[in-house]
């Protein structure tokens, strides 16, 4: 097994769950600019299925292998494995999903409070 493979494997990369976020984030912008759009058609969920089912999931596995032998070296590599295989490594995957959804709650609060912002300041400005 390839170094980088084996880092994917003890850091629990899942890709499909990868590829599926990076889905999702293109359709919502997507949706967001056809919703900018006068008389834009409604496009159904069943349309976005079709792509979401087909997913290159092995495709971007060798994007991601890619970047990475790019920009670690060898060593780093072993030194990340090592990070990923130790318990304070262990502890750190096992706490990253509670930690993304608090960043994520954090986020879009944030730019809640931004956009609401802006909106009120656009308004004020148009007065």
Known sequence: MNEVDRLFAVSKMDF???ALNIFENMV???????????DAPDIPDSFWDKYRNNLDVD?????????????LTP??????IKFWESPIGQKS??????????IQQIGNAYFEALASEVIKEMI???E
């Open 16 to 18: 499909n769950e990868i």
């Open 93 to 102: 995957k096992q706490a990253e999903p509670i930690i993304n959804e608090k």
């Open 75 to 80: 060593d780093e590599i072993s030194g990340i």
């Open 28 to 38: 919502s912008n997507i949706k967001g600019k056809f919703s900018e759009i006068p």
């Open 59 to 71: 495709g971007l596995r060798m994007m991601l292998k890619n970047i990475y032998q790019r920009h």
């Open 124 to 126: 004020e400005e148009n």
